[in-house]
């Protein structure tokens, strides 16, 4: 079975410091891929990156950066110099090879202070 | 940019009342499916549709809950006798394709409060 394990519930930074959010993952499969989604206090799932099993490299975008280490299951995602702005919850997920159930993990609540 | 779409926002309902939660999904897109999480608690698969069918759905769908696609555009989501522990936020999603390469995407929810 698939599982997605979020180890902080919550962080709170001061603007313009560095954040990393981790995610850890646990599946059976070898297809599978991981996905980072942003929850707003407005309620909407925004997505944020796609990855798959087989493609390890990092990715940077603006000031969002994934690490994906699949010898340690874990697909951590970095904000550089934060803003108020990124104050939301973040959920990791993961979708094995039929991509028809995603199972999210707990969600990290971060909260970005001015 | 396309985009799912749910209607109504926020839904209030008595304890043992049936409910129809409405989506909209992408035009082209062939798969469906519907979420559900429980105020400051993760989001949780319920079902996926495909095909006027269900394809795959969680221990969560039990028989209380019922899924169709009605006509050409709409996908609902039923709830049959409704319970205290149903409020939550539904999500519906919708994707291209049903392997994990396709993204789904997320309408904003309906927020269902049962009372």
């Known amino acids: 079975a698939q599982k997605v394990t979020q180890a902080q519930t919550e962080i709170s930074v001061v603007e313009k410091e560095d954040v990393t959010l981790d995610c850890v993952y646990e599946t059976r499969d070898t297809t599978y891929y991981l996905f980072w989604y942003k929850q707003p206090p407005s309620g909407e799932l925004v997505f944020l990156i796609r990855?798959?099993?087989?493609?390890?490299q990092n990715e940077i975008s603006g000031r969002y950066s994934w690490n994906f280490q699949k010898s340690t299951s874990s697909f951590n995602f970095t904000i550089t110099a934060s803003q108020v702005v990124d104050s939301a919850v973040y959920f990791c997920a993961l979708s094995e090879s039929s991509g028809q159930n995603f199972v999210f993990g707990p969600g990290t609540r971060l909260s970005v202070l001015p | 940019e396309p985009e799912v779409t749910q209607t109504p926002s926020h839904q209030v309902t008595q304890m043992g009342q049936e409910v129809i939660l409405r989506c909209v999904p992408i035009?082209?897109?062939?798969?469906f499916y519907w979420y559900r999480q429980i105020l400051g608690q993760k989001v949780e698969f319920l079902v996926s549709f495909y095909n006027n069918e269900i394809s795959e759905k969680s221990e969560i769908f039990d028989d209380q809950f019922s899924v169709e696609r009605p006509d050409g555009s709409n996908f609902t989501l039923k709830i049959r006798s409704t319970k205290l522990e149903d409020s939550a936020m539904y999500f519906c999603a919708s994707s291209l394709g049903g392997g994990s390469t396709y993204e789904q995407y997320f309408g904003p929810g309906t927020r269902l409060t049962v009372t």
């Open positions: 990855r798959n099993s087989f493609d390890e």
């Open positions: 035009s082209n897109h062939l798969y």
